[in-house]
Every structure is written in C-alpha cells, then in structure tokens.
C-alpha cells in the first residue's frame, strides 16, 4: 500500500485532503511545517507528498532541492495563489505536478491514480534518477541542443501564442508539445493530439470541427469537435502539411478569429484554445510544394522550435537507452543493462528513426539477450539482412553514397533500396530499418513517380492507410 504525506499548515485543509486520499486506500500522515514533514519523514518513507508552498518555517520549494527525496518520493506542490513563476520553477525543479487550492476530489483522485502506476521509487535511468539538467516534463537530454530546447519551451510556455514544433519523424515532437502544455497556465485542461495524416480527408473537417445531426449520411447524432472538446486546453496537430488544403483555409478563420461552424450548421461556435502544429517536413518547402497555405504557415510559425534528430545528440544515446531499458524492466521484472561494445555501436549508428527507432532497437536488444548484459546491437543491417541474404542466396544491393550528398537523398536509397530487397514486404523493411509502417507511407507517397517508375514503383506504392481516430503518441 503506498503512503502519501501531506505538508499544510491550515490543519482544515491538510484534514481534508488526508480524508480523501485515504478513501482511495492510501495511507497518510499530516505535517503542518518542514520541520515535521521531515521527522514524518523519517519515520516512514512517503511515496507521495502534498507539500504546500507557504509554510511557517519556510518555502515548500525546499523539499523540492532534496534531490535525494526526489528520488525516493514524488512531490506534487500546492499553492493557493496561482503564482505561475513559482509553479513552472517547481516543475523544473523537479516537482511531477502542481496544485491550485481549493483542491477539487476528482482532481485529487485522478493525480493519485495516474502517479501511483509508476512510483518515484521505481523509476531511473541504469537504477538511479535523471539529474535535473537531463529530465524536462516529459523529455530527457544532456546534449546542448536538447537543452536549446528546454530554454524555448520554458519561455513560451507560459504564454498563450502559437507554436510551430518541427523536426524528423521519431524526434518527439509530440512530447514535447505535451511538456509545453503540462509547463502553461492551462494545464488542467485538456490536452487533445490528433495526427492530421491518419485522419480520411472525408472525416478531417467534422473531426475537427464536429457536425450536426443529419448534416451528412451516417451524422445519427451531433458530435463536438476537437476544437470544442479542447476548449481552454491545447489542441496538438501533428503532420499539419498533410491536412487539405481547403480545410487549412478553415482552421486559419479559427487562429484568427476563435470561431468555427460545425459540419451543417449556421451558428458560430466560439473556442478558447491554444494550438500547437508540428510538421516532420521543412515549412519553407511545403509552402513552395503546395502542402501548406503561406499565410497559415506564418500564422502558425509565431514561436518556431525545432526537435533535433538522434544523430545530432549522441551524447543523449546513453541516457534515452537506459530509460527504455528501466521502462521494460518494469513491465517484464528482469534488469538488464548494455555492453559499452554495443553502446558504441548504437553512438556510431545514423538512426533515421530517431528515438522511436532507439526505442525499438532497445526493445528488440532487451528480448534477444540471453544474459543481464546486452551484447547484441540488433541494428538494422545485421542480423535481418544476414537471414535474407541466406534466404535468397544474394547480395544486398550497392549503394553509392558521395561526400557532400544531402542526408535525405542518403535515405531515400537507403530505404528504397531495402525495401527493393525485400521484394516490396513493408514490415520486413520496416522491421530492418527499426522505423514504424506509417513513417514507410509518408517517406514513399513523398517519393512517389516520377521518382519511382517500372517494378520499384509497383513493390513500392504503398496501400492506402486505413482512416483512425485521434490519436495521443509520438
């Protein structure tokens, strides 16, 4: 059973809120002052602390400098004054949440559900906790571009203007709108992600807007929008050049003015909402391509952050790896850690997949060890193109690759030329070049004829991606 500690000198409020938690099977103690939280402390090891900003003999923010019971306990701040400052500085100190008194129950019930899945205690990287310059909301970098970023999000996230997060595919763009919403004045409300690519453009419009009952065949019942069901929150869309370009005419309206019709409707909807678009393309480029409107992408690029790839912080390989491992190790109840043979590999490997593609290179590594130490690197290359060769008695195609060649010429022959190898099987290729079946569309519908032609256009189209929801993962 986990024990939660509750620090507030307003004995009503610190009564109230041990009440409550412990009607969700915790148990609990109360300490009016940083002196007692301590002795409790002491006395019993909290997985959870309350700890209110203003104390008598002191700041709430002093807990949160004891870096080591952060890394025994997790500290949510409360604060009756709304003081952003105070707030954004505990979260980067290193506090999972901050409250604003009065705390409502439900509020209460859902913190404690969400942190008592994965306990201070049980969380680290190879058995121990980030150190604070590596751990940013929801992202992790030691690397100086990484912490380049954490600058741009810190400033603007308490603000309310639009941002424009750019970067490959797998670099965490969503994390880190995630963190920019978590970090800002409307973290408490919803924070909706929705990938405009893997919507049917049919849909796209009463997905984003909603409709009206019968205002189109199928329409049995009104729906509310994202804009709607976001409203006061954020509203991340990612893949934003993917959206048609008639719909982009409409969601313009809505940056600048905050409001929308809904599908078969003639009443202005008005939404609060700050938005967040993210595109794996270089805007510019879209712009001159046609994907994306000039005057949306100036509206949208008023705060422009850019997500590094994998390749350009290495440095952050070590630390993103122990990571994953520390998260399976969890799921599965067996440590493992990595070899410096195969960490070096991983250091010296491109990565086109970015850290979705370390993450599942780190996963498959986790499974094929046979000891607690990983000694194989299962990067693409090896072993998959070793079983193919044996399979159909031939070499891989050459590749030709010159000093000065852009990177995305380097990956374009790359995966066409492994996909070509697998006679046009997606997974196989996917599997082999650790990325994800929707990064295998998006590569191939950008390279579609007159780049591809003959027999490599046929193994190479790729099928229509069925249509889904919204969607809320990197």
């Known amino acids: ?59 709430g923010m002093r807990l949160l400098e004891d870096v080591a019971l952060r890394a025994r306990s997790d500290i949510v701040l409360v604060t009756g004054h709304g003081d952003v400052e105070s707030s954004i500085q505990a979260l980067r100190l290193g506090a999972v949440d901050y409250l604003l008194k009065p705390v409502a129950p439900r509020q209460l019930e859902e913190l404690l559900s969400r942190l008592h899945r994965v306990p201070a205690r049980e969380r680290g990287l190879h058995g121990g906790s980030a150190r604070d310059d590596e751990c940013f909301g929801r992202l992790l970098g030691r690397s100086p571009s990484m912490h380049r970023v954490f600058r741009q999000i810190e400033r603007v996230a308490v603000t309310g203007v639009t941002v424009l997060l750019t970067g490959e595919s797998g670099s965490g763009k969503e994390l880190a709108a995630s963190t920019l919403h978590d970090m800002s004045p409307r973290r408490h409300a919803p924070f909706l992600a929705v990938n405009c690519g893997a919507i049917s453009p049919n849909l796209m419009e009463s997905e ?38 008639e719909l982009q005419v409409k969601l313009l309206r809505v940056l600048e003015t905050g409001s929308f019709l809904r599908v078969g409707a003639t009443q202005l909807r008005h ?37 590094p790839p994998l390749r350009a912080r290495a440095e952050d390989i070590e630390l993103l790896a122990g990571h994953f491992l520390q998260a399976i190790a969890r799921q599965e109840g067996v440590s493992r850690r990595v070899s410096p043979e195969v960490l070096a590999q991983w250091n010296a490997y491109a990565w086109p997949g970015n850290v979705r593609e370390l993450r599942n290179i780190v996963h498959r590594a986790y499974v094929m060890a046979t000891d607690t130490v990983i000694v194989d690197a299962c990067l693409p290359g090896t072993e998959h ?47 082999a ?42």
């Not at 009503?12 to 002795?39: F, K, N, P």
Request: aromatic residues 8%; negative net charge.
């Open 1 to 59: 059973m986990s024990h939660v500690l509750v620090v507030d000198d307003e004995r009503d409020t610190a009564t109230t809120m041990a009440m409550l938690i412990a009607s969700q099977g915790y148990t609990v103690a109360t300490a009016g002052s940083l002196y007692d939280a301590r002795r409790q402390m002491a006395l019993q090891t909290p997985d959870l602390v309350f700890c209110d900003l203003k104390l008598p003999d002191g700041s």
């Open 208 to 245: 984003l807007f909603g409709h009206e009952k019968g205002s189109f065949t199928g329409a049995d019942r009104e729906h509310a929008g994202l804009f709607e069901r976001a409203d006061g929150g954020t509203l991340f869309l990612d893949e934003i050049t993917e959206m048609p370009l």
């Open 271 to 307: 939404c609060n909402v700050r938005l967040i678009a993210a595109t794996n393309r270089e805007p510019q480029r879209a712009v001159e391509e046609g994907r994306l409107r000039e005057d949306l992408f100036y509206r949208l690029n008023v705060f422009p952050i850019h997500l």
């Open 385 to 431: 193109v070793r079983r193919s060769v044996a399979e159909h008695h031939e070499d891989p195609p050459a590749l030709w690759v010159q000093v000065g060649m852009r990177w995305d010429e380097i990956q374009r022959q790359v995966t066409l030329a492994t996909l070509e190898h697998f006679d046009g099987h997606h997974q196989r290729t996917c599997d």
């Open 433 to 474: 070049l650790g990325i994800s079946v929707k990064t295998l569309y998006n590569w191939l519908r950008e390279w579609s004829p007159p780049q591809l032609t003959g027999r490599r256009q046929r193994l190479m189209t790729p099928p229509e991606a069925p249509a889904r929801g919204t969607a809320a993962t990197p």
